[in-house]
């Protein structure tokens, strides 16, 4: 089976954020980078079935070059070869664009199932999996959370709310949206980070004419706001106030 | 002696005293690799995840799970970075295995374990082992199978460690017999291979490889200890133990090669895990001072509080520079051999072992500062178990007692100084005659400089100078009785140290501008810092030597000597201190990793 996932690097979940001088992006000139969370766990999920059932794993990145970071790990987890999607353009894209730009050489490829992560940590969408599905071509399914491989069909088994899940059958070749926790992940062994190395990264030059469909105007940390009335008058008055106060106006008595 | 081309100038073993290290030639955190960067990542991620979770349950003895990690470290490569593929091993450089050596530093308790395993059984095996030990034991040790440990010191001897007075006797078939009492023995209760260091015919120092199950050899009880309640310490009783002749490692007589060439290489691995410890712990420290409010602000806004974690910052910064430097004179000069050749490692370690001690001392005491400050951080909060600032404090303690007592390292680096002085390996002896020269010339004046770090460069280099002096004038006043003289050397010891340290700051700080310019500043000013309070108390170790030999008119003319090699104006430490702790509070952490 012929497996791509698609990986995505974000800025690491403890840096401490600042939002960028326009306002439109998060001041990342000296962050530090990681893997997306559920691109982690569809990672895993897809070197788990070829563990089982054999073929092999690509990974597909559409960003900047610093997006190498997290190919060589997916490589050195044990991912075979990768597909880089390069420009600097790609730095914060939506997920249409991003899809955009992988489609085509993904489409080369002829992979059996894609797998993504559910959503992105930074601006969490959920979109870039389900884009990309239609320009593929194929069907897909959302929020998986198991995923049993049979001949030329998936079940997958998806989360729904309240505690209730859906399971579904579906023909491949597939696209499937990960949710993070689902397995555990592995280790980069040393060995793995070495071999790393001489796994084939192919750099692809994205569509020409590819261009953002969304922008983001704004960005603002969400402010606290605290009130503070002081109701004057003797202690009985003033009690009486803030009685009538937390009646009408705070509802909560 | 192996020959070995080393492309950098080998200004290890002391040589950095008297040589000029030009800019750009050492070794930096900031010239890692990726696969660097991986191999860190896959060790923090394991020592996260798994160790420090099982903190609690290894301090109850649970010595089954402590081989399950030890294991699991095997199964990811981390016991064996840097032994040879045929032997399980991943064949890496010293760098990957300071990065995994760093990282298991910031567990006290499972950090020794694994430091006693991998540095004290896995290294001299593969430096010592023949071809025929080495297929038996060290890829069993390499994937955690089996563990090892070290069994050098005895109840009464443990500095005095060649003192030791277990006793090997031949048998007639040629294998030995060994008998005596080992003590305070890293990973002694559960360990499967013991490296025992005897005297052959009373006298003939060696050291074999004695299986767990020999019949003879007994386990001590655990003992009591003020920390590493996680790491298991019990003396190792051999009772009538019989050793085949195979299993002597490296020759008879020549265990002193194998002892101090561990040790060599255990000091530097001492001062590794302390740097992982001590970066780790300024994280602590400042997410708690971020955190902690206290007059209606948070504690990370008070000048002391800064003080701290600058000078934590400072501290660790220099450390790590010291051990990048280090580790770089080791890879130069081990690249191009066949890694399976352990010679060159072997002569490396041995040209090293200034510098080893040097970090050793350094290291510790570093990273004693930084958990003493965490706890006062944490005020309250520092002393009860809550929190992990307790624990590290107790767990750290032993870095300056054991892998050879802060004391002796300090003798160490002063007294092989000057007998490669003596022996002329080291142009001590004429540098002191340069420099008497110079001191009595008539001042140059030196211009002031705008170039960043100028100033500190001319002051390490006064630093240097500084160090030639008061070590020439004491081999000059007491000859061949100077060994005598432990006060005076652990003053030239403390110079070194500083000096050592100046000048790897200063090196890297200089190639940050193009390794890592966006971190320049901040290296900048934690250089400068280091720089200014170096040269305080170098002074002040000087003067003290200085006294201790002469007095009236010499002494007089000894410290205008003094004065004019150590002109340096103070700088504004404070304002410096501030920005690197502002700086640490508004990334989270340690900034220069
Ligand atoms: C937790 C723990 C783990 C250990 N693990 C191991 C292990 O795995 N293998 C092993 O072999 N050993 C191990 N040791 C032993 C350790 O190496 C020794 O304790 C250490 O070398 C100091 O020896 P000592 O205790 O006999 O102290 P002593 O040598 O008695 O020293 C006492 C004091 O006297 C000073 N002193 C001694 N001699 C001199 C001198 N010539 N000049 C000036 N000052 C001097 C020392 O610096 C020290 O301050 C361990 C110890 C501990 C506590």
Request: charged share 25%; net charge negative; proline share 3%.
């Amino acid at each position: 089976m012929k497996i791509a996932v698609c990986v995505k690097q974000v800025v690491t979940r403890d840096w401490p954020l600042r939002i960028n001088d326009s306002h439109t992006w998060v001041d990342d000139r000296d962050a530090s980078f990681e893997m997306n969370e559920p691109d982690a766990y569809a990672l895993e999920e897809a070197l788990r079935l070829k563990e089982q059932h054999g073929g092999e794993v690509v990974v597909c990145s559409a960003g900047p070059p610093r997006v190498n970071q997290v190919i060589r790990e997916a490589l050195a987890r044990g991912a075979d070869r990768a597909i880089h999607v390069e420009a600097e353009s790609l730095a914060s894209a939506d997920g249409a664009m991003v899809a955009e730009a992988l489609a085509a050489p993904m489409e080369e490829e002829q992979f059996d199932l894609v797998l993504t992560g559910l959503q992105s940590d930074d601006q969490g969408f959920a979109q870039t999996g389900v884009v990309l599905a239609e320009f593929l071509s194929i069907p897909h399914a959302t929020i998986i959370m198991e995923v049993q491989v049979g001949a030329g069909r998936v079940r997958v088994k998806r989360e729904l709310e309240g505690g209730w899940f859906q399971w579904v059958s579906m023909s491949t070749p597939a696209l499937l949206t990960i949710q993070s926790g689902i397995n555990q992940l592995r280790y980069a062994t040393l060995k793995g980070i070495m071999a790393a190395k001489k796994k084939e990264v192919r750099l692809v030059e994205p569509p020409a004419e590819l261009a953002r469909r969304q922008e983001i105007l704004m960005l603002s940390v969400p402010e606290r706001t605290k009130e503070i009335r002081l109701f004057d008058g003797a202690p009985a008055e003033a009690a009486g106030k803030l009685v009538q106060a937390l009646k009408d106006d705070a509802r909560v008595i | 002696m192996t020959k070995t081309t080393t492309t950098a100038p080998n200004t290890g073993g002391g040589m950095w005293l008297f040589e000029d290290t030009t800019s750009g030639s050492v070794f930096t955190p900031e010239r890692l690799s990726d696969e660097h960067k991986l191999i860190d990542q896959t060790a923090d991620e394991f020592v996260r995840n798994e160790i420090l979770p099982s903190h609690g349950q290894l301090e109850t003895k649970d010595w089954k799970l402590a081989r399950v990690l030890v294991n699991r470290a095997g199964e990811l490569g981390l016991l064996g970075t840097d032994v040879p593929e045929q032997y399980g091993g991943v064949g890496l450089d010293k760098a990957s295995t300071v990065l995994v050596g760093s990282r298991f530093g910031q567990s006290g308790s499972f950090g020794s374990t694994f430091g006693a395993h991998t540095g004290l059984a896995i290294l001299p095996l593969h430096c010592f082992g023949s071809d025929t030990q080495k297929d038996k034991y060290l890829g069993r040790l390499v994937s955690g199978e089996w563990i090892g440990a070290y069994c050098l010191s005895e109840s009464s001897s443990g500095s005095d460690a060649l003192g030791a007075k277990t006793r090997a006797t031949r048998e007639p078939d040629g294998s030995f017999v060994l008998t005596g009492e080992k003590m305070w023995i890293t990973n002694g209760g559960f360990a499967d291979l013991y490296i025992v260091f005897a005297q052959v015919d009373g006298e003939q120092f060696t050291a074999f490889l004695v299986e767990r199950n020999s019949p003879g050899l007994t386990i001590g009880r655990e003992e009591h200890k003020m920390g590493l309640h996680g790491s298991s310490t019990t003396p190792i009783i051999l009772q009538d133990v019989r050793v085949p002749s195979d299993n002597v490692l490296h020759h008879i007589s020549k265990g002193h090669k194998v002892a101090f060439n561990t040790l060599n290489y255990g000091r530097f691995k001492l001062a590794v895990a302390a740097s992982g410890n001590a970066t780790a712990a300024i994280g602590e420290a400042t997410k708690y001072a971020a955190e902690r409010q206290q007059f209606g602000q948070p504690i990370a806004t008070f000048g002391a509080i800064k003080h701290k974690l600058g000078e934590m910052t400072v501290r660790a910064y220099v450390v790590e520079s010291m051990i990048y430097r280090t580790t770089g004179l080791l890879d130069a000069s081990l690249k191009g051999n066949e890694i399976a050749d352990a010679g060159p490692l072997r002569n490396i370690l041995e040209e090293l072992s200034i510098e080893c001690s040097i970090l050793k001392v350094a290291g510790s005491e570093m990273l004693h500062y930084v958990l003493d400050e965490n706890v006062q951080i944490h005020g309250g909060n520092g002393f009860v178990k809550d929190y992990p600032a307790e624990r590290q404090y107790r767990d750290s303690r032993v870095n300056r007692i054991f892998e050879g007592t802060n004391e002796i390292n300090r003798l160490l680096i002063a007294t092989t100084l000057v007998r490669r002085a003596l022996k002329g390996t080291l142009p001590l002896i004429s540098a002191a005659k340069r420099l008497e020269d110079e001191v009595t010339d008539p001042p140059t004046l030196v211009e002031a400089s705008e170039v960043p770090l100028a100033e500190q460069r001319s002051t390490v280099l006064a630093f240097k100078k500084t160090s030639i002096l008061v070590l020439g004038l004491s081999m000059m006043h007491y000859g061949d009785k100077l060994g005598e003289q432990q006060e005076l050397l652990s003053c030239v010891a403390d110079i070194l140290i500083d000096t050592f340290g100046a000048e790897s700051a200063v090196l890297r700080a200089d190639q940050a501008a193009i390794d890592a310019p966006q971190n320049q500043l901040l290296q900048i000013d934690a250089t400068c810092v280091f720089v200014n309070d170096a040269a305080g108390r170098i002074e002040a170790n000087a003067r003290t030597a200085l006294a201790s030999m002469s007095d009236g008119d010499s002494l007089r003319l000894q410290l205008a000597a003094l004065r004019r090699l150590l002109r340096f104006s103070p700088i504004n430490t404070v304002e410096k201190r501030r920005r690197l702790a502002e700086t640490t509070v508004e990334r989270g952490g340690y900034i220069f990793r």
